[in-house]
Structure formats: C-alpha cells, structure tokens
C-alpha cells in the first residue's frame, strides 16, 4: 500500500523558514517522480515543484523559484521542501504528492515536466505565514 506522511508544517512569520518532509513507503521512492502542490483557502490548487526520479533533476513555480528547494533522501524515503523568504501568500495546505509514470519526458536536450498527473496524494500540511 502507497503511503505518503507529511509533517513540518505550522505558523511562521514574513520572512521565515520551514521545511516540509513527506516520508514514502509502499513503493520504490528512489526511482519515483515526485512533486509538491498547494491549496489555499477558497483557490485551486497549485503545483509548487517536482523531482524527477531518474535523475533528481528538478522544477519549481515561478511563484517560489529562488526561495523553495525540493530534494529527496533515498536512504530515509523521504522527499523534503525547504522554504526559504517566505510571504504570506505561500500560506496554504501542502501536498507530497506521487507523480504518474511519464510525467517527466526527455527531447532536445531537455527534461520537460507535466503537471497535474499524480496518482497518490498525502493528508497534506498545513503552513501559515502570518505576523
């Protein structure tokens, strides 16, 4: 059974840090494309970054490029965000999400990445960004 634990969400002010974990069981996390997503209250949800599994190459939302990091322990089976700088408008539940098989493609010398194909979701955690 896939299984996707979140944890290291909470309150924090403008400015500050956090760093969420997602800890993987139920599959081989080590080869697996993973992303990160967001909902805020009353809007849609959004994809923050992604991690490819074949070679942990990696993408992020105009909206957080520069301050979030994306990476991944294959000896824990963890995948990690670190937030940097953050705003109050990266107030929103997070998601560690599984992405689908061949949501990341290779052609012309570059890896393009496909959002919105996932296939297993976590419970998602909370982050508040307030004064």
């Known amino acids: 059974e896939v299984q996707l634990v979140e944890s290291g969400g909470g309150l924090v002010q403008p400015g500050g840090s956090l760093r969420l974990s997602c800890a993987a069981s139920?599959?081989?996390?080590?080869?697996?494309?993973m992303s990160w997503v967001r909902q805020a209250s009353g809007k849609g949800l959004e994809w923050v970054s992604a991690?490819?599994?074949?070679?942990?190459?990696?993408k992020y939302a105009n909206s957080v490029k520069g301050r979030f990091t994306i990476s991944r322990d294959t000896a824990k089976n963890t995948l990690y965000l670190q937030m940097n700088s953050l705003k109050p408008e990266d107030t929103a539940v997070y998601y560690c999400?599984?992405?689908?098989?061949?949501?990341?493609?290779?052609?012309?010398?570059?890896?393009?990445?496909?959002?919105?194909?996932?296939?297993?979701w976590g419970q998602g955690s909370q982050v508040t960004v307030s004064s």
């Open positions: 139920g599959f081989t996390f080590s080869s697996a494309a």
């Open positions: 999400v599984k992405d689908e098989p061949g949501s990341w493609a290779y052609g012309s010398g570059t890896w393009y990445y496909t959002e919105g194909l996932y296939d297993y």
């Open positions: 991690i490819n599994g074949e070679n942990n190459i990696t």
